[in-house]
């Protein structure tokens, strides 16, 4: 298991990586349940990251951010915080930055996040992502445009492809549906 840091803000990344400009290899998303198509994603981020000098990391978000912006549609949560930064750690990673989903974060939008988080402290190199991925205020960015912002700051995306069990797609919605 490597030194995992987990990373409260965007201030304490840059307090901890920023002087030695550490890139990083990075995966973006809620994570709940961290299911074979989440682990798909971010072994890929750890088996990346060597070949770019670059830290093996994941943005997350606390709370879930349809408690802030659809509270009556906010899922039951698959694993608790802890758990699922726990499991962050035990699949390799070096860092997890846990942005807090308020309002001010919700309000921007995808070129914005992109900006002030993925560019800016953590200088990702790559971002990997699952196809259905989406960012920025009422969800206005998807992975395409996150490529394109990627060609634009600099930074590669690879979209990842859907795990599949029986021929149905592993997601944090299909669990809930078979254990629900």
């Known amino acids: 298991m490597t030194d995992f840091r987990v990373l409260r803000s ?3 990344w840059e307090g901890l990586y920023g002087p030695a400009q550490r890139c990083a290899v990075v995966s973006i998303g809620n994570f709940d ?3 074979l198509g989440h682990q798909k ?4 981020v750890v088996e990346r990251a060597p070949a770019h000098a670059a830290l093996a990391a994941v943005v ?3 709370p879930h951010p349809l408690k802030l912006l659809r509270p009556a549609q906010a899922p039951l949560l698959l ?3 802890d758990q699922k930064i726990s499991g962050f750690a035990g699949l390799g ?4 930055l846990v942005l807090d989903f308020n309002s001010s974060l919700a309000a921007l939008s995808p070129e914005e996040f992109v900006r002030r988080t993925i560019v800016g402290p953590l200088r990702a190199r790559v971002v990997l992502v699952g196809h259905s991925f989406r960012f920025g205020h009422r969800q206005a960015g998807d992975a395409a445009r ?7 700051f600099g930074f590669e995306v690879e979209i990842i492809r ?3 069990v029986d021929g149905e797609v592993v997601s944090s919605s299909a669990v809930r549906a078979a254990i629900g």
């Open 79 to 81: 694993q608790t915080f």
């Open 162 to 164: 859907p795990v599949t």
């Open 93 to 96: 990673l070096n860092a997890a």
């Open 41 to 44: 994603i971010l072994r890929t």
């Open 60 to 62: 997350t978000f606390h």
């Open 10 to 12: 965007i201030d304490d």
């Open 33 to 35: 349940g961290l299911h």
């Open 146 to 152: 996150l490529q394109e912002l990627g060609a634009r």
